[in-house]
């Protein structure tokens, strides 16, 4: 079984900071995927990264997957209160499990006005 | 983006009841989707995998006498919580894969009384 290690578990930091979310596996995935969850309602896809050393940005958010596919950071710049929720990286182990991805144990992250 | 609709959003049955939760695809064919139980605070947890047209896979520790998933046609799964008691209380939510995305119902808030 592949497992992700994602840190923090909590952050709780003021509006106008920056912050790293981490995920951390020692198996290789095919893709890697960063999701953003509101209390009550399923979880938004952010971003896909595929190719190792890959990096994404979405406004102030940046998306960096590791050489090895391995593992993967979420860096938000100037963090809002709309950020506010809880991130997960989840990841596609390929082969045949089409779809059936490995999460992280999520970080709640709170901004603060 | 696809768009997978779940409902009800939320239910309050008595202990010993059975709630029917539906999934459903609204612009795609979904041959495969997945249901996930998440407690307060935390990650997705893979309870089963719904096959279009055949039984579902069935994580390990999770009773499949106990959560009933069928997936009669390419845009509806139901899971089923039979004979309900306070500890099945969750919220229940499916995704379904398009290409290497997942793409994830609003939830199913249960709360067995």
């Known amino acids: 079984t592949q497992l992700l290690e994602q840190s ?19 198996s290789v995935f095919s893709s890697l995927q960063w999701y953003r969850q509101e209390p009550g309602e399923g979880p938004v896809l952010l971003v896909t990264v ?12 940046t998306f960096q997957f590791g ?15 709309g950020d506010t929720g809880l991130y997960l990286c989840a990841g596609e182990p390929g082969g045949t499990s089409y779809g059936k991805l490995t999460f992280g144990q999520g970080t709640i992250l709170t901004v603060h006005p | 983006g696809a768009v997978v609709s779940q409902h009800p959003s939320w239910v309050i049955c008595k202990s010993g009841t059975s709630v029917k939760i539906e999934c459903r695809s609204l612009d795609f064919q979904a041959t495969t989707m ?7 605070k935390q990650s997705l947890m ?13 994580e390990q ?11 009669a046609s390419l845009t509806l799964s139901t899971l089923t919580v039979t004979s309900a008691h306070p500890e099945d209380s969750s919220f229940y939510i499916c995704s379904a894969p398009v290409v290497r995305e997942l793409f994830f119902g609003e939830g199913s808030r249960l709360t067995v009384l």
């Open chain 1, 50 to 61: 595929v190719t190792g050393g890959e990096v994404k940005k979405l406004k102030r958010l």
């Open chain 1, 8 to 26: 923090p578990q909590f952050l709780s930091i003021q509006e106008g900071e920056n912050l790293t979310v981490y995920c951390n596996s020692s």
């Open chain 2, 46 to 58: 893979l309870m089963a995998t719904s096959n279009e047209g055949s039984k579902a896979t069935y």
């Open chain 1, 67 to 81: 050489d090895a596919r391995k593992d993967s950071s979420l860096h938000i710049t100037a963090a809002q209160p």
């Open chain 2, 34 to 40: 997945f249901w996930y139980r998440q407690f307060p």
């Open chain 2, 61 to 71: 520790g999770v009773e499949k006498d106990k959560f009933l998933i069928n997936h």
